[in-house]
């Protein structure tokens, strides 16, 4: 039995070779920039480029270095405080008498100056 799970590790392996692309570096650097510009962290435009099979890993910039040197880079864990900010803030508009929204809504904000401040932004 573990001759056959053997042989179809090696044919998973062999797909996984087959199914990543490799491109030149200006072209890994254009996707980034333009995966960029849809508003995505580096994070997000990893997994993006993964499921395209294109791996980060087998060039030499990463992408947040790609993405400083263009100044488009964003925090992620700045904007996704941000992304959360904007929803409390929503449904504060709709439900102005929900008490703890508005505590959350505080705790949030002040989370938000934490991480500006020790990213040195404010």
């Known amino acids: 039995m573990p001759k056959i799970k053997k042989q179809k590790t090696e044919e998973k392996s062999e797909t996984k070779e087959e199914k990543s692309k490799k491109i030149s570096q200006k072209e890994f650097e254009k996707k980034v920039i333009e995966l960029a510009k849809k508003d ?8 993006e480029l993964k499921h395209q099979g294109i791996h980060s890993k087998e060039y030499d910039k990463k ?3 790609i993405l400083k040197e263009k100044e488009l880079y964003i ?3 700045l ?12 449904h504060n508009k709709k439900n102005k008498q929900d008490k703890r929204a ?3 809504r505080s705790r949030v904000f002040s989370q938000r100056r934490k991480i500006q401040k020790y990213n040195k932004l404010i």
């Open 40 to 47: 995505l962290t580096a994070e997000k435009i990893g997994e």
């Open 75 to 77: 925090n992620p864990d």
């Open 102 to 104: 508005i505590r959350e």
């Open 79 to 90: 904007k996704n405080i941000e992304i959360k900010l904007k929803r409390i803030e929503e």
């Open 63 to 65: 992408i947040s270095k």
